[in-house]
């Protein structure tokens, strides 16, 4: 009679033993699991209401996606960026659409950011307002910069870039104050090859324009809207030379495309039937051109500047250090005249330079 309770109190023994020993290696497992997916989710996945929070900056992801990387305006964005990344010790990963009517291409770009699980996107926006709502939403989510062009939506965390209002009225400005407005009835002509219709600020640089222009001698005869290509640029300074014969065209403004391209061809003409080449932003090919004389005038809004100053913005956000919301560099008028003031370095990528994609830590 006595070993019945001995052998009921080993078999409770036993029991307790084996169930705390369950519940031990249960909870080291539930504790093993919430650091592996607190340390591998991006910063945005755990944040607690605080403007930003990423550990360190060695374990940041930056996710950029751009309109394209044809041409020296935006290699030179991504010099500046890939550089300043490499700096500050984080991750870039950088996607291009291909081209301003890539746009849903863009998009699922964006969507490959989240996959890649970006702290942070900053988004070389194709168009102004067709993503907008959807950008809007997105912030929610991940903290998005606008970058360059600019998003008509005001609801992303913060930008960096120039208006492109401001890069057509800058240009307009430098032609009103060449030539003022006047009584006369005898204005000077100015064709107008801003790039895509919809992309890339088009609309918002020709609106400036037009508005600088109003008390100058100059007005616009001609507006044709193109990709941002050799091909299609060709054909419309083409086009737009055979309305204009016999010296009735006194410049030729727009993209840094179309300007390099409208050296060549306007060569062919006799000299004195040359109309003058402005561009409204800069590329390597446009500064040779001024550093020739070929080019009058260009604009710079500091394209390595732009791009540093762009990840700067992220990263600090990030950091929770103190950030400007929207900012953007100084916008520079280049002419001959100039260029020995020019800070080329903080514009151009260097002339060897070929697109980075992807910079780790």
């Not at 006595?2 to 504790?31: G, W």
Request: charge should be positive; include cysteine; aromatic fraction near 8%.
């Amino acid at each position: 009679m006595t070993k019945q309770p001995l052998r009921a109190n080993i078999t409770y023994s036993v029991v307790t033993f084996i169930v705390k020993s369950i519940m031990k290696s249960l909870f080291l497992f539930i504790t093993l699991l919430f650091i592996t997916l607190r340390f591998s989710l991006p910063a945005w996945a755990t944040d607690n209401g605080s403007k930003g929070s990423v550990q360190s900056q060695d374990t940041m992801r930056l996710c950029a996606v751009y309109p394209h990387l044809k041409d020296s305006y935006w290699l030179s964005i991504n010099f500046g960026m890939t550089e300043r990344a490499k700096q500050r010790g984080i991750s870039l990963k950088v996607l291009e659409a291909g081209g301003y009517q890539n746009r849903h291409e863009q998009w699922a770009q964006i969507q490959q950011c989240l996959t890649w699980q970006a702290d942070a996107i900053l988004v070389g926006a194709i168009y102004y307002d067709q993503f907008s709502s959807k950008l809007t939403t997105l912030n929610n989510t991940v903290p998005l910069f606008g970058l360059v062009n600019e998003i008509s939506t005001p609801n992303l965390t913060a930008s960096t870039g120039v208006s492109w209002y401001q890069m057509g009225e800058n240009l307009g400005q430098y032609l009103s104050r060449k030539h003022p407005k006047t009584a006369s009835n005898t204005k000077l002509k100015l064709a107008w090859l801003p790039g895509p219709k919809s992309g890339g600020g088009s609309e918002q640089a020709t609106q400036g324009l037009k508005d600088a222009l109003i008390n100058s001698d100059v007005e616009i005869v001609s507006i044709k809207h193109g990709l941002n290509n050799k091909m299609r640029q060709f054909s419309l300074i083409n086009e737009t030379l055979a309305e204009f014969k016999d010296n009735e065209l006194d410049y030729l403004a727009g993209n840094a495309i179309m300007a390099e391209m409208a050296i060549n061809e306007l060569g062919k003409l006799e000299k004195n039937k040359r109309p003058q080449i402005v561009s409204h932003y800069l590329s390597h090919g446009v500064y040779r051109g001024i550093k020739r004389g070929k080019i009058l005038m260009a604009n710079s809004d500091q394209m390595v500047l732009q791009g540093a100053m762009a990840i700067d913005q992220a990263v600090d956000y990030l950091l929770t250090k103190t950030y400007i919301s929207n900012q953007g560099p100084e916008i520079l008028t280049v002419t001959k005249d100039l260029l020995t003031q020019f800070p080329t370095a903080q514009s151009l990528s260097p002339s060897n330079f070929k697109p980075i994609y992807s910079v780790n830590p």
